[in-house]
């Protein structure tokens, strides 16, 4: 019987969730506050952990970070008003499982509880050592599989060997790409095959962090150092200390805290905010970024002598467009979860959705992807994916758009289609450099790829 600490100071609540688990095989717990959860764990090992957000002592994240000092895999629950979801977002790419809003759906919740002791349970059956050159086995909330990632195109071949080169050392990486084209769990990876496995990751978009709350977020601060620190917290340097801390969309964070940021990597130390006394740290940095952090060097957006620290060995990944036959590989993968996660039977995809998805843009990469085959598994139920399972957004701007339900597609005609989708991009980046006068990381930015996949498209139509 799975053993269940719920940290909550809503009796009325607490008493429902523990009814509900209880009569679902569950053996429940509640704490009232983060202290009364410590005490709690000094006391058993719990299986999973429910967490409000505002809870009377400190934050569900921080509680999270606690427990987790005792029991690093713990999967733990954020539970978060309406408010609060920004905030719980942030949580889950620091490692919680989940967050659910209230009002709570009982069986979210226990589907999130069954899910995550599943995996655990899948965890704990791995050898404990590992070869040396062998990865370690995938923590909780990671894919086993790679397919979405590697893929089997020449580009992503080659980049992946870069990943082994690259992750057992300890240089810092920064990852380029589009939004959506899974820089996280690029950099998740290379974690999985670092030395640093079994020591934290965490990630931090910096996208969202600006002035105080990014030098907080990154460093810390102590009790009463501004308005609204009620108590004293842990930067994200200290919470992956010993592990790899990975900065998503590192071009946001203001010169000031860039500063910051280039004196922790060079000194190994950092200050909280309203302390005095540094605090020794060892982390592996990696970044992401869809900017060309050249272009802000170039500017003075971004600190120089920053970016050549963190750009010790740089990795390019290349949007779904330019994918090729791999866009099969990452649909197929994204309709197998979404069969498990929604209980569906759907087989696969019929002729002239796998024509269209050979020609759309695909400009949300894999996330949208995963989006557009969950909603049309769910719509489907069984069967194959049809074109009335799709949004209405695929059908502008694709070669076939205006198509009649195709034939089965042969070799030949799925060829034809793919040159009348090249010859359109070539007309759109002509069209994009002469109303730009050739100012190509402008052009880059109105094309929304980055400024290397512009030079490699040029080079590719003939236009350098």
Known sequence: MARILIVEDDRVFSGLLEKFLSKNGYQPETARSAANAAELMAQHAYDFVISDYRLPDTTGIELMHQLRKAQPELPVLLVTGYSDTRVAVQAMKQGAVDYVLKPVNPEEVLHTIRTALATSANLQEQPPTQPQNTPAPPHAGQSSDNSFISGTGPAMQQLMKHVDLVAPTELSVIIQGESGTGKEYLAREIYRRSKRVHKPFVALDCGTLTGQLADSELFGHAKGAFTGALNSKKGQF????????????????????????????????????????????????????????????????????????????????????????????????????????????????????????????????LREMRNIVRRAVLITGSGPIGRNALPQEMFCNTAIATAEPAAPQSQNSSASLHKMNEENEKELIIKTLNDTRFNKSKAARILKIDRKTLYNKMEKYGLL
């Open 238 to 365: 200290e919470h992956a200390s010993g592990g790899t801390l990975f900065l998503d969309e590192v071009g946001n964070l203001s010169y000031e805290v860039q500063v910051k940021l280039l004196r922790a990597l060079q000194e190994r130390k950092i200050r909280r905010i309203g302390e005095n006394d540094d605090i020794p740290v060892d982390v592996r940095i990696i970044t992401a970024t869809n900017d060309d952090l050249r272009d802000k060097v170039a500017n003075g957006a971004f600190r120089e002598d920053l970016y050549h620290r963190l750009n010790e060995f740089s990795l390019l990944l290349p949007p779904v467009r330019d994918r090729g036959q791999d866009v099969y590989l990452f649909a197929g993968h994204f309709l197998e979860k979404a069969n498990q996660e929604l209980g569906t039977q759907v087989s696969g995809f019929s002729d002239d959705v796998e024509a269209l998805f050979a020609v759309y843009k695909w400009p949300g990469n």
